[in-house]
């Protein structure tokens, strides 16, 4: 027998959920309707940390770092093949609130050009100039010296 609750629209069952080990409802949007068999929402607030906790944990976050490069929660994935970058092969990644970042990249394409690199590079690092430089400009206050922070 499933407790009655106040809002009865999604059903969720954890073994054990809630203080009897019994199926808990839901209210629509994860509402907090309090159990009418112990009177309290304690147990739907455990079920819900747990559902969330559960979620996550089965679902990892995939975070787009550039057009080319994403995080699938645990890796940095390049997007063209799917190919995992080494974890003993370091990396950096530069924001564009960095003032010193739109200088880098164009002083970066400089030194792609001189290489002779492909159409697909020189375009890539156009992006993200041409990214970079929009959001300075939109962004003004956002600004900031590198490290200014200190990790903060």
Excluded: W
Excluded at 21 to 26: F, I
Excluded at 44 to 54: F, G, K, N, P
Excluded at 87 to 110: G, I, K, S
Aim: with cysteine; hydrophobic share 35%; charged share 30%.
């Amino acid at each position: 027998m499933r407790p009655r609750m106040r809002e009865q629209v999604i059903f969720y069952v954890f073994k054990p959920a809630g203080p009897n080990g019994r199926a808990l409802e839901l209210g629509e949007n994860n509402t907090m309707s309090a159990c009418m068999d112990c009177g309290g929402s304690e147990c739907i607030c455990r079920l819900i940390r747990e559902m969330d906790t559960l979620t996550r944990l089965r679902q990892p976050r995939r975070l787009q770092i550039d057009p080319r490069f994403e995080t699938d929660g645990v890796q940095i994935i390049k997007t063209s093949n799917r190919e995992a970058i080494p974890a003993n092969e370091p990396t950096m990644l530069f924001r564009a609130r960095d003032r010193h970042a739109l200088a880098m990249l164009r002083y970066y394409r400089e030194l792609c050009a001189a290489d002779g690199c492909t159409d697909y590079q020189m375009a890539g690092i156009d992006e993200r100039i041409l990214a970079f430089g929009r959001f300075t400009i939109e962004h003004p206050e956002r600004m900031k010296q590198p490290g200014i922070t200190r990790g903060k």
